[in-house]
Structures are given as C-alpha cells and as structure tokens.
C-alpha cells in the first residue's frame, strides 16, 4: 500500500475508526428499534373488555327559522344576492345521549362546528365495557324542543371480548344504525 506524503497511516486509521464507530452506532440504534417494533406487546384496551364506539357527523337545524323576503327587500339586493327566503347561518347545537343497560354513559351537546356555528357537529367517544348481553340505547336531539329527543333506538347486543361495537347516526337514513 503506497501512502502519499500528505496522508500518514495514523489518518487511514482515525477514519476507518470513525466509520466503524458509525456503523456500530446505526446497527445498534436498528437492533434497538426492530425490538420495539415487535417485542413488548401493548394493548390499550384489556383484552377480555369489549368496545363501545359512538362516532357521527351531523348538521343540526337552523338557530333561527328562515323568513321570507318582501319584493321590495330582494329588489334592494346586488342581483347575485336575490333570494326569496333569509336565513341566519348559525345551527343549533346537538344534543347526544349514550346509554347502556340503564346507566348513562354519555349526555353531551355538541356544538356546530365553523366560524359562525353553520357546519357540522361531530362527535367521537369509545367506552370499554365487559362483555355479555347488553342493552344499548340512543337518543339525538337537533331541533329547538326543550324535552325529549327528535331520534331514539335501543338495541339488544351480544358482545365478545375485543369486540367493536359502533354506534352511528345519518338523518336520511331514519336516524341511528348499529354495527
């Protein structure tokens, strides 16, 4: 092996160190993450539990009812903005109730979501609960009536352990659907 004069052995020697450092350093950081990836198991729910999922997306009714315009007020509008009704933005928020077997697990109203409270409400929230037979029960208001609820559905239930049992709402469909 030729060494030219401005490259002593010493300098060979201190770079081959360094990249062998390196590579000892990203093997052990690999071996260190391969064993995280697959080693320790974790599980955020006990595995004997079952899962109650409530999750929906829905748009409540108008805060304020829309009223008709006189000829005269649409005929003071730009052209574009002509309408025959008027129509505030904001909705009034949803109201949502969770039950099972009797016991209120969720009683939340759930505000519109946007800047002027005009888009949708949604919601998502998961309980853990044994498994077995279970009566689920749920109730949405999105109207301005001060009692009761405008959509309701109870259903019995099997569940099994590590079950996910979903809770959904779509208004077109006739109200709550079960999974």
Do not use: W
Not at 22 to 27: D, F, K, R, S
Not at 30 to 52: K, N, R
């Amino acid at each position: 092996m030729i060494i030219s004069e401005g490259r002593p052995l010493q300098k060979y020697l201190y770079y081959g160190m360094r990249y062998a450092g390196q590579v000892a350093a990203y093997a052990a950081f690999l071996a260190l993450l391969g064993y995280f990836a697959s080693a320790p198991t974790y599980s955020p729910v006990d595995p004997a539990a079952a899962m109650l999922k409530l999750s929906f997306i829905h748009v409540g009714h108008h805060k304020v009812e829309c009223r008709k315009m006189r000829p005269e007020e649409i005929a003071q509008l730009a052209p574009n903005m002509r309408q025959a009704l008027n129509c505030s933005r904001e909705r009034l928020p949803v109201t949502i109730e969770l039950e099972l077997d009797g016991k209120l697990l969720l009683h939340r109203a759930v505000i519109a979501s946007g800047l002027s409270h005009d888009r949708a409400a949604s919601i998502y929230d998961k309980f853990v609960v044994s498994p077995g037979h279970h009566r689920v029960t749920a109730r949405l208001r999105d109207s301005a009536r001060t009692d009761g609820f405008d959509y309701t559905r109870s259903t019995e239930v099997e569940l099994r352990p590590r079950q996910n049992f979903v809770v959904d709402f779509d208004a077109e469909s006739g109200g709550f659907s079960f999974h």
